[in-house]
């Protein structure tokens, strides 16, 4: 069982950054694969970036990937989604989900979810 609590979201400017964070409950966090999606009303919840168990393997979605960086802290049980140049067109609320096994995109395949924090970029 792995719970998932995310921080750090809030209001930002266009232009400007934040620090997401997702802390687990877990004695065993080396085993999950920990990835942080988004969604916005209406819409389904899309990939944003995913970290292996170890951190050595990271995946971003195509508009995250020059200006996002996800990274764990194992000592920790957290991982963090750290946004530069955020865009209006990022604001959503974000979640963290774990997984065990291989990496995937597809939110169906996870386990274990945080229960969201709201991001707003304004113009």
């Known amino acids: 069982q792995v719970q998932l609590v995310e921080s750090g979201g809030g209001l930002a400017q266009a232009g400007g950054s934040l620090r997401l964070s997702c802390a687990a409950s877990?004695?065993?966090?080396?085993?999950?694969?920990i990835t942080w999606f988004r969604q916005t009303p209406g819409k389904e919840r899309e990939f944003v970036a995913s970290?292996?168990?170890?951190?050595?393997?990271?995946y971003y979605e195509d508009s995250a990937k020059v200006r996002f960086t996800i990274l764990r802290d194992n000592a920790k049980n957290t991982v963090f989604l750290q946004m530069n140049s955020l865009k209006p067109e990022d604001t959503a609320v974000y979640y963290c989900?774990?997984?065990?096994?291989?990496?995937?995109?597809?939110?169906?395949?996870?386990?274990?979810w945080g229960q969201g924090t709201q991001v707003t970029v304004s113009s």
């Open positions: 877990t004695r065993t966090f080396t085993n999950y694969i």
């Open positions: 989900a774990a997984k065990s096994g291989s990496y995937d995109r597809s939110p169906s395949r996870y386990n274990y």
């Open positions: 970290i292996s168990w170890s951190g050595s393997l990271t």
